[in-house]
């Protein structure tokens, strides 16, 4: 079998014909496959401004080389002499050819297949495992995500989720916004830091080409976030149709740094008193679901809840708030919110306190979970875990567009060109 069938099955490109294949064993050069690609006669080029087919005005001497998927690791070369065309338009200018475009020497359909397996592996692992350089994988990424940006559809998004990650360590934020609709959760924008304009800044990138009663944050119904004050006042700016959401993810985790705040305090005052043994390596046990601690740590737990302290009365406040969210009717739930508070206030354990101010403040925004049933939180959750994992693996480039690319990369559901699912 020739590996002219192989190409010519995986490959449609009208007015080309494939002609010599030769393997490159190694020797002076690095083992490759050339393929050499020659267009149809009688057949136009097309001009690579417009698409229209126009006169050959000369061609290359020297083939340009693009870097084809690889065989076996094996790396496959397409060795094509470019022509130049006379365009009643553009004047002088070369051919556009279906595998490539621009300058770029790496087939579109190459860079499809680095770019589809680095949402499996690290940039690095994909270089290695295919035989390329690390910045061609990058460019490969960068491609297909340029490539989504400009064709998804943002039409009809009802949902968001807004959420704060740092990217890195110190005071390196970024807000990101997630379409949460059932069917259709995937990332819609990330944007520097945490402020007001990060946001206003995504706004406008949404809304762009729309206008008026036409503005897609017009048609927004929910928006889930945090109770971050630049976002809240962001969100009842702009999305003046959406129900503002108080996210269960994010309650919980300002209701665990209460707990964790109170056990250092706790571990402060042990240690005064010489006895700060008693809460050595509890602070996971305080602050996993008590359904996910190990057997040890529920023992020594169940230890715990014997001492009479500050963080285990915070730890059990804590539990019971769980209750909160499984109410099904606003009104017993605020009864119950309103008790809640109560009786944390009356604990005079000072993060706690600070915790119910802030409930108490937002308490309006916190009821409208009630009116939300059926947004999922757990979502904003699980994109947060994800985020933290992409930024973790992207850290090795420190610019914030890099990180960006591959957070869209991985968790934007963008399209890709037709031909992306061949290899
Ligand atoms: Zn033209």
Not at 129 to 155: M, P, Q, S, Y
Request: hydrophobic share 35%; glycine share 6%; with cysteine.
């Amino acid at each position: 079998m020739l590996l002219k069938t192989i190409l010519n099955s995986v490959t449609d490109y009208k007015s080309f014909h494939y002609g010599k294949v030769s393997f490159h064993e190694k020797g002076s050069e690095t083992q490759h496959i050339d393929v050499e690609i020659f267009s149809r006669k009688n057949s136009q080029a097309t001009c690579s401004e417009c698409g229209k087919k126009c006169p050959t005005y000369d061609t290359a001497r020297t083939p340009r080389r693009f870097e084809f998927v690889p065989l076996w690791s094996i790396p496959v070369f397409f060795l094509y002499k470019m022509r130049r065309v006379t365009c009643p338009v553009h004047g002088v200018i070369v051919e556009s050819v279906p595998w490539g475009d621009g300058k770029c020497t790496q087939t579109i359909e190459q860079r499809q297949f680095l770019a589809n397996w680095a949402r499996r592996l690290s940039r690095s692992e994909v270089a290695e495992c295919f035989n390329t350089t690390f910045g061609k994988v990058f460019r490969a990424v960068k491609w297909i995500v340029d490539w989504g940006l400009e064709h998804r559809n943002l039409d009809d998004v009802e949902s968001l989720g807004v959420d704060e990650v740092q990217v890195r360590k110190g005071h390196h934020y970024a807000t990101l916004v997630y379409q949460l609709d059932a069917g259709n959760k995937r990332l819609l924008g990330i944007e520097e830091g945490r402020t007001e304009e990060s946001l206003e800044t995504f706004f406008e990138e949404f809304d762009e080409g729309a206008v008026g009663e036409e503005k897609r944050s017009l048609k927004v119904k929910w928006v889930c976030s945090d109770m971050w004050k630049p976002y809240l006042n962001v969100i009842g700016k702009v999305c003046t149709n959406a129900l503002n959401i108080l996210d269960r993810f994010h309650i919980k985790g300002h209701l665990t740094d209460a707990v964790n705040e109170t056990r250092k305090s706790d571990v402060k005052k042990l240690k005064a008193e010489g006895r700060e043994a008693v809460l050595t390596k509890s602070k996971y046990i305080f602050l996993k679901n008590p359904e996910n601690l190990t057997d040890d740590q529920a023992e020594k737990l169940s230890e715990l809840l014997g001492y009479n302290l500050r963080v285990v009365r915070a730890y059990l406040m804590k539990e019971d708030f769980e209750r909160f969210w499984e109410y099904r009717s606003a009104y017993w739930s605020g009864r119950f919110l309103d008790a809640w508070c109560t009786r944390a206030m009356r604990s005079k354990i000072e993060p706690m306190k600070k915790f119910v101010k802030m409930l108490r403040k937002h308490r309006e925004l916190l009821m409208n979970w009630f009116r939300s049933r059926g947004l999922s939180s757990g979502t904003v959750e699980g994109f947060n875990n994800k985020v933290k994992l992409t930024a973790r693996k992207a850290y090795g480039f420190q610019a914030f567009e890099t990180l960006k690319i591959a957070l869209f990369h991985a968790l934007g559901r963008l399209p890709e060109p037709k031909s992306a699912h061949r290899f």
